[in-house]
């Protein structure tokens, strides 16, 4: 007798087990999911699709923005338009890797990426460990050049390139969480601080009263502010997506 001929006539109408049911799909996830886990990406293969798809053009241009900043620490003279001049070309520095930071919420992506294997969070955190590995090279070998080539004190390239260049960077990171936020907000905000910097640059009252210790203690500040905007930006990454987890959207 041919079951399944008499199934489709109709002449017999099997009934469903629903516990045989529950027990067929636990084992088709069991058996999905063990073949799935020899196809993963090692964390070293991860960081390394991410360093293909991150453009390398940004690196290219901080690169000379930075020759840009040692031309301007090697022969301006006056020290009113040296800060300043520097202060803009670090804020720049800085504005450079905004696209490629905020490419997951321009391109809306975010609820795909958090459905991977490898989270939201460990995703921002290769992007800003390439990033930090790039910039902290480039910016080593910036300013080694710019002391022991061009002679310029140390002091001078902390307080006039790196601090607003910190600052800026801690602004980016702290608003990147915020979903409410554009790009152009986030660059709105580095020009604000732009202006700022401008205008403390140019009071040399300010120069004159803090001395380098406590130039160097403002740096260290600076540096804890972007260290605690980076910690922000993984704790809180997942407020970037529309919707959050175990949510749906229909507008």
């Known amino acids: 007798m041919n079951v399944e001929k008499m199934i489709m006539k109709g002449k017999i109408e099997p009934i469903p087990d629903e516990l045989d049911i529950k027990d067929v799909i636990e084992k088709s996830r069991h058996v999905f999911l063990k073949q799935e886990e020899n196809k993963n990406l090692t964390y070293f293969e991860f960081l390394l699709n991410q360093l293909i798809t991150i453009k390398k053009q940004w690196w290219i241009l901080q690169f000379v923005v930075l020759c840009f900043a040692w031309y301007v620490l090697a022969t301006e003279t006056e020290r009113l338009y040296l800060r300043r001049e520097t202060g803009v070309l670090a804020i720049l520095f800085v504005i450079l890797i905004i696209p490629e930071l905020w490419k997951n ?132 990454c997942n407020a970037c997506m529309e919707v959050d987890f175990n949510e749906f959207n229909f507008g």
């Open 105 to 236: 919420l321009s391109n809306k992506c975010m609820e795909i990426e958090v459905a991977s294997y490898y989270s939201l969070r460990k995703i921002y955190a290769s992007k800003l460990l390439l990033f930090g590995f790039v910039d902290m090279l480039i910016l080593t070998v910036f300013t080694s050049g710019a002391h022991f080539i061009s002679n310029i004190d140390v002091v001078d390239i902390l307080v006039n390139f790196l601090l607003p260049m910190i600052v800026a960077t801690g602004i980016c990171f702290l608003i990147l969480c915020d979903h409410r936020k554009n790009m152009g907000t986030v660059i709105g905000y580095c020009i604000a601080w732009n202006l700022m910097w401008w205008i403390i640059s140019g009071n040399e009252q300010i120069y004159t009263i803090i001395s380098t210790q406590l130039w160097i203690g403002i740096f260290i500040l600076a540096c804890i502010f972007m260290i605690y905007a980076i910690l922000n930006l993984l704790r809180k």
